[in-house]
């Protein structure tokens, strides 16, 4: 498999991934911490075929993006008043909630009850979300290597893997997303990032 690479803001960018993303194909493309690499998250055979792209172990499960909150409730269930409003004040941003899953979201997203979601701050990723709808998105990288801040280091990885990377400049890299599980009464971190707990729970007061 041939790799290309787009600037993404050439006028052929979003149209070449949505043929790609709805053929069942892997884009990858710049978020607000590093290049993901991502499926439509619907389409459970190329969400497997993101596992076998980056020699990733099964049983991790793929978060998803989405563009805009009214795309929340395609991908999650029983969505609590505090989601919604951590959503409202964090999003587009570095947290990733924790929710009940859209039980018509495919297994390989995820084998638990819950998915991951997050609204990335990124113009390049919530264009390609807007048109694409939500998709299942990892870093765009071999497992276990470094996570790739540069389409170069993208294609370095996963050349000849994947058919397409959008090329949006460096990402600012850095600290993963703050990873908060909102299916309980109260909000539990599972993973530190730059959105502190004080910061969660001064949203819901």
Not at 93 to 105: A, F, M, R, S, V
Not at 128 to 157: C, D, F, H, K, W
């Amino acid at each position: 498999m041939k790799t290309k690479v787009l600037p993404a803001n050439h006028s052929e960018a979003l149209p070449s991934a949505l043929k790609i993303l709805r053929a069942g194909g892997l884009v990858a493309f710049p978020t607000d911490t590093v290049y993901g690499l991502g499926a439509l998250a619907f389409d459970n055979a190329a969400i497997e075929s993101i596992y076998k792209a980056k020699d990733r172990p099964v049983e991790k499960a793929i978060p998803i993006l989405i563009g805009d909150l009214s795309d929340l409730d395609k991908v999650a269930d029983d969505i609590s008043n505090m989601a919604l409003r951590f959503a409202a004040r964090f999003w587009p941003g570095p947290l990733t909630c924790i929710l009940p899953k859209k039980q018509t979201l495919p297994p390989a997203v995820s084998a638990t009850a819950t998915v991951a979601v997050r609204i990335p701050d990124h113009p390049d990723a919530r264009a390609l979300l807007r048109i694409a709808g939500p998709m299942a998105v990892t870093s765009a990288n071999i497992s276990g290597q470094t996570n790739p801040s540069t389409a170069q280091e993208v294609y370095n990885q996963l050349h000849g893997r994947i058919p397409l990377i959008l090329d949006g400049g460096r990402t600012s890299g850095g600290v993963p997303s703050t990873l908060v599980d909102c299916t309980g009464n109260d909000p539990i971190v599972l993973r530190e990032g730059p959105i502190s707990l004080t910061k969660l729970l001064s949203a819901i007061e």
